[in-house]
T-cell receptor
């Protein structure tokens, strides 16, 4: 079975632009979570979605938004990009998103903001 | 955002040695998780802990959920070269928010 897939692999944007990142969960998984990982640090939680509803939100500004589609895939949108948004963006999927569920991470999208 | 305090930051050990790392938080968590991340890849779950005091093993790895629910440790016994990587702890709270540690970089010298 395919694991979590993310696209694109790499992305270069300039300050002020907008970006959309995509994630396809493992087949059968209904929950998707998004994380930002700045170089040299651990991932920071951005959002969790389950059955198209936002279930959890980390401490990120409103420039960050996400949604989950009926097929459980997800998009993360970031508006008005800042240099500090440069990071690896990770998507993780799980069956239900509950604490007892195992999260499986994708390879990430490397975003560079110039 | 909040990050858990993980120590040590890096370790250089000889192959065959045991490794110990820990993670502390000022907040209580319901779940503690330990991940390993290789360069260019996403984190891979090693061990999940769901109850205070729980001690769980996965092969050469052993992890414990602290009694106070504010800490956890991971031990690796008889290290091998493929143990090289960055190890992260993570906690999940009742608000379905996940927090990751700052990471421990492990280098195993053959």
């Amino acid at each position: 079975d395919a694991g979590v897939t993310q696209s694109p692999t790499h992305l270069i944007k300039t300050r002020g632009q907008q970006v959309t990142l995509r994630c396809s969960p493992i087949s059968g998984h209904k929950s998707v979570s998004w994380y930002q990982q700045v170089l040299g640090q651990g991932p920071q939680f951005i959002f969790q979605y389950y059955e198209k509803e936002e279930r959890g939100r980390g401490n990120f500004p409103d420039r960050f938004s996400a949604r989950q589609f009926p097929n459980y895939s997800s998009e993360l949108n970031v508006n008005a990009l800042l240099l500090g948004d440069s990071a690896l963006y990770l998507c993780a999927s799980s069956l239900t998103g509950d604490a007892a569920d195992t999260q499986y991470f994708g390879p990430g999208t490397r975003l560079t903001v110039l | 955002g909040q990050q858990l305090n993980q120590s040590p930051q890096s370790m250089f050990i000889q192959e065959g040695e045991d490794v110990s790392m820990n993670c502390t938080s000022s907040s209580i968590f319901n779940t503690w998780l330990w991940y390993k991340q290789d360069p260019g890849e996403g984190p891979v779950l090693l061990i999940a802990l769901y109850k205070a005091g729980e001690l769980t093993s996965n092969g050469r790895l052993t992890a414990q959920f602290g009694i106070t629910r504010k800490d956890s440790f991971l031990n690796i016994s008889a290290s091998i070269p493929s143990d090289v990587g960055i190890y992260f702890c993570a906690g999940q709270n009742t608000g379905n928010q996940f927090y990751f540690g700052t990471g421990t970089s492990l280098t195993v010298i053959p």
